[in-house]
């Protein structure tokens, strides 16, 4: 059962344009997320996260937004750059503090 | 230098053979965890420590055991290998007063 969601498995963007990635959850319980980018061969790091109490945060060109009521969170970025392709997963924590994880979306940002 | 490393970096290993993938931090946080990754499914909580004598199964702990040998080694063992353990598996730290996990980079392990 996946409790958080990325629907879209990739995504490709012309360099200059918004990339807009997307994940739903499905425990209106959970209160904090993150965002992570991963490169091949590379561990995750973290992009940008956000508190449930909040509706947006940004981070210069990377900005996330959190709709509680529908349960979803995008995350936006604005422009693309070539180096930003990368795999992006969505994590939430539950009520239980463990991070649960999105299946990730590939970007690909063409020049 | 790495803050999070992970040993060995590709395991290519037999069914059956025990194997014990090792994580290292220098960053001083005292919560480490294990993750692995699977195609489609993104990271999944095999096993978690809050302290060296704080050990924690997560979501899919069966066929692993794990060793909290120091604040910074967190040690992950398949007892006995089995080839749908074939997968990406990740180490990750974090402080006490964070909720951003910091992860090292990898290991790809193959069982055949």
């Known amino acids: 059962d996946q409790q958080v969601k990325q629907n879209s498995p990739s995504l490709s963007v012309q360099e200059g344009r918004i990339s807009i990635l997307n994940c739903d959850y499905t425990n209106s319980m959970f209160d904090y997320f993150l965002w992570y980018k991963k490169y091949p061969a590379e561990g995750p790091t973290f992009l940008i996260s956000?508190?449930?109490?909040?509706d947006k945060n940004e981070d210069g060109r990377f900005t996330v937004f959190l709709n509680k009521s529908a349960k979803h969170l995008s995350l936006h970025i604005v422009p693309s750059q070539p180096g930003d392709s990368a795999v992006y997963f969505c994590a939430a924590y539950n009520q239980g503090g463990k991070l649960i994880f999105g299946q990730g979306t590939e970007l690909s940002v063409k020049p | 230098d790495a803050d999070v490393t992970q040993t060995p970096r590709n395991r290519i290993t037999k069914t059956g053979k025990r194997i014990m993938l090792e994580c290292s931090q220098t960053?001083?946080?005292?919560?480490m965890y294990w993750y692995r990754q699977d195609p489609g499914l993104g990271l999944r909580l095999i096993y978690y420590s809050f302290d060296v004598k704080d050990i924690n199964k997560g979501e899919i702990s069966d066929g692993y055991s794990v060793s909290r040998q120091a604040q910074a080694k967190f040690s992950l063992s398949l007892e006995s290998a089995i080839p749908n353990q074939t997968a990406l598996y990740f180490c990750?730290?974090?402080?006490?007063?964070?909720?951003?996990?910091?992860f090292g980079p990898g290991t790809r392990l193959t069982v055949t």
């Open positions: 956000i508190s449930s109490i909040k």
């Open positions: 960053k001083g946080h005292d919560r």
């Open positions: 990750a730290t974090q402080p006490w007063d964070s909720l951003t996990q910091y």
